[in-house]
C-alpha cells in the first residue's frame, strides 16, 4: 500500500511537468471553476429544497395593522418563506466537501475522506511518521480549495438570485436547478459545461469467497 501510494505521488508530479503551471498549480492548487461551483451549489440547494419540502405547514402571510382583515394563507412547500430558508447557509454545506486529488475532473470536489487521506491515515494508525508540512489537527479541515468554492458559491448565489427565485416559483417542475442555473445561466459556451456530466461512479464490492461448509460439495 506504501509503494503504490508513493508511485500515486510521483506519477501527479510527472503529469504536472507536461503541461505550463500557474504559480498556484505548482504549488498544487487549482481552485473550482465556474462549472464545479455551480454544479455543486444546484447539488446542495436542491437538496436543501428536498429537506424543508417534507413541510405540509401552511401559513399565514402578509400584515393588517388592525388585524382584522383575514391574512393569507399559504402552503408552506410553495412559500418565498421555503426558499429564503432553503437558500440561508447553504453554501455552508460546501465546507463538507473535501478534495480528492487522486481525481482529475469534476468529481475531485466530493464528499467523504480522498483515498489519499484515508491512506495516510493508516500510514500514521500503524506508527509510519507522515510530514506533510501541516499540523496533524488540520489534516482534515476542508483545503483551500474547498473554501474558495463556498465564496465563489456565495458570489454565484447574488448574481443569480432571480433566476433561481425564478426557477423555483416557475420552473421547478419542468427542468433541474442544474439546467437552469448552471446551463441557461451561468455556464453560456457548451464546452464550459464539460462537468455537468461528470458523475462518480462507485466501484462494485469485490465479495468475499464463500467459505465451504460441512456437507458442501466442491466441483473437481
Request: aromatic share 6%; hydrophobic share 30%.
Amino acid at each position: 500500500m506504501l509503494r503504490q501510494f508513493f508511485a500515486f505521488l510521483l506519477l501527479v508530479q510527472l503529469r504536472g511537468l507536461d503541461c505550463q503551471q500557474t504559480p498556484e498549480e505548482e504549488q498544487g492548487v487549482r481552485y473550482a471553476n465556474r462549472c464545479e461551483a455551480c454544479k455543486i451549489l444546484a447539488a446542495e440547494l436542491e437538496a436543501r429544497l428536498g429537506e424543508t419540502g417534507k413541510s405540509h405547514d401552511v401559513i399565514e402571510i402578509g400584515y393588517s395593522v388592525d388585524d382584522v382583515r383575514p391574512k393569507k394563507r399559504t402552503e408552506y412547500r410553495r412559500s418565498e418563506l421555503r426558499l429564503l430558508e432553503s437558500l440561508e447557509n447553504v453554501c455552508e454545506r460546501v465546507l463538507e466537501y473535501n478534495l480528492h486529488k487522486e481525481r482529475t475532473d469534476s468529481t475531485r470536489f466530493a464528499k467523504g475522506m480522498s483515498q489519499t487521506f484515508q491512506t495516510l491515515h493508516g500510514l500514521v494508525d500503524k506508527g509510519v511518521k507522515v510530514d506533510l508540512g501541516i499540523p496533524y489537527e488540520l489534516w482534515d479541515k476542508p483545503p483551500v480549495e474547498v473554501t474558495q468554492m463556498k465564496n465563489q458559491c456565495e458570489n454565484m448565489l447574488e448574481e443569480y438570485e432571480d433566476a433561481i427565485s425564478n426557477w423555483y416559483f416557475q420552473l421547478q417542475q419542468d427542468k433541474s436547478l442544474q439546467q437552469h442555473l448552471c446551463e441557461d445561466h451561468v455556464l453560456k459556451r457548451p464546452e464550459e459545461r464539460k462537468c455537468l456530466k461528470e458523475q462518480l461512479t462507485q466501484q462494485p464490492e469485490r465479495k468475499k469467497p464463500k467459505k465451504n461448509t460441512k456437507g458442501d460439495k466442491q466441483e473437481l
